[in-house]
């Protein structure tokens, strides 16, 4: 219906979700029309690890990218991510696209015993550690992609879209309705033209949908973004609730753009997958 390409998050961090179903989601999926799968990553939350889950995605899929929409970095040892990283790259043929920023919640930084303040100067020398590590260093395994997986870096300050263009392969930005993606990938573009980046970058989008239970997509969105305050009610009125949104949604940010829209499940019903496959069709 549309250039933008779609992908489907997993059910990482949902209530009612069984870990053991993760693998049926992620073979359903595979059978389209969506073309990655996407995880977010919280430390303090009863949720999934992103990039376990990933791994598990990979082992009974074939075709679908693998995305993390995004990784907190700064969380997490750089060496330690570059190999986690490789080895799902490796693992998957080379499918893995890694999504990384700092993250919103102060406690996720206490829970690993990682500094606060200083978290965007140890984000960018963890993105160029990654860079070195991948391109050929004692720690292995090389990645299945040269020069190491797709890196998109996330965000919305000045800082941010200045470390997409000098360390990554584009941007992705952290939701919302269509207008704020064309305003954020415009910064993005004009970040790639500063740093004299060839071409440009890529763009990457991502929204929540709840298209089989819409009253617990939205208790869900409020309590996943309690730390926000009043903005949670805000995030929760943006879900996704008809297929009727879902279609004016991808139309929007195809207009503005968007190489790649995740649709994230505010819900862990596996219906949910079927009915965004209906409003895709």
Same mark, same amino acid.
Request: proline share 6%; hydrophobic share 40%; with cysteine.
């Given at each position: 219906?549309?250039?933008?390409?779609?992908?489907?998050?997993?059910?990482? /961090?949902?209530?009612?979700?069984?870990?053991?179903?993760?693998?049926?989601?992620?073979?359903?999926?595979?059978?389209?029309?969506?073309? /990655?799968?996407?995880?977010?990553?919280?430390?303090?939350?009863? /949720?999934?690890?992103?990039?376990?889950?990933?791994?598990?995605?990979?082992?009974?899929?074939?075709?679908?990218?693998?995305?993390?929409?995004?990784?907190?970095?700064?969380?997490?040892?750089?060496?330690?991510?570059?190999?986690?990283?490789?080895?799902?790259?490796?693992?998957?043929?080379?499918?893995?696209?890694?999504?990384?920023?700092?993250?919103?919640?102060?406690?996720?930084?206490?829970?690993?015993?990682?500094?606060?303040?200083?978290?965007?100067?140890?984000?960018?020398?963890?993105?160029?550690?990654?860079?070195?590590?991948?391109?050929?260093?004692?720690?292995?395994?090389?990645?299945?992609?040269?020069?190491?997986?797709?890196?998109?870096?996330?965000?919305?300050?000045?800082? /941010?879209?200045?470390?997409?263009?000098?360390?990554?392969?584009?941007?992705?930005?952290?939701?919302?309705?269509?207008?704020?993606?064309?305003?954020?990938?415009?910064?993005?573009?004009?970040?790639?033209?500063?740093?004299?980046?060839?071409?440009?970058?890529?763009?990457?989008?991502?929204?929540?949908?709840?298209?089989?239970?819409?009253?617990?997509?939205?208790?869900?969105?409020?309590?996943?973004?309690?730390?926000?305050?009043?903005?949670?009610?805000?995030?929760?009125?943006?879900?996704?609730?008809?297929?009727?949104?879902?279609?004016?949604?991808?139309?929007?940010?195809?207009?503005?753009?968007?190489?790649?829209?995740?649709?994230?499940?505010?819900?862990?019903?596996?219906?949910?997958?079927?009915?965004?496959?209906?409003?895709?069709?």
């Amino acid at each position: 219906m549309s250039a933008v390409r779609i992908g489907v998050g997993l059910p990482t /961090s949902t209530p009612n979700r069984r870990a053991t179903e993760l693998t049926d989601w992620a073979v359903r999926a595979e059978l389209g029309p969506f073309t /990655s799968l996407g995880v977010i990553d919280r430390l303090v939350y009863d /949720s999934l690890d992103p990039l376990v889950a990933l791994t598990a995605a990979a082992a009974v899929t074939s075709r679908l990218r693998l995305v993390t929409m995004v990784v907190i970095g700064p969380v997490r040892p750089a060496a330690l991510l570059a190999k986690e990283a490789a080895s799902l790259d490796a693992l998957s043929g080379g499918r893995l696209t890694l999504g990384v920023s700092l993250g919103a919640r102060r406690d996720d930084y206490d829970a690993a015993g990682a500094s606060w303040g200083d978290r965007g100067r140890r984000l960018s020398d963890q993105l160029a550690a990654m860079r070195e590590i991948w391109e050929g260093t004692t720690i292995g395994p090389r990645p299945a992609t040269l020069g190491g997986p797709e890196l998109l870096v996330g965000g919305g300050s000045g800082p /941010s879209f200045a470390r997409a263009a000098r360390y990554a392969d584009g941007y992705v930005h952290g939701g919302g309705p269509p207008r704020a993606f064309a305003s954020a990938a415009e910064r993005a573009r004009a970040a790639w033209t500063d740093a004299d980046r060839p071409g440009g970058p890529a763009l990457w989008g991502q929204s929540y949908t709840a298209l089989s239970d819409p009253d617990a997509g939205e208790a869900y969105l409020r309590h996943y973004y309690a730390f926000t305050g009043p903005f949670a009610e805000r995030i929760a009125a943006g879900l996704l609730t008809t297929e009727k949104a879902v279609r004016e949604h991808v139309a929007g940010y195809a207009g503005a753009g968007c190489d790649e829209l995740v649709l994230l499940p505010a819900t862990s019903d596996p219906a949910e997958l079927d009915r965004l496959a209906d409003a895709l069709s």
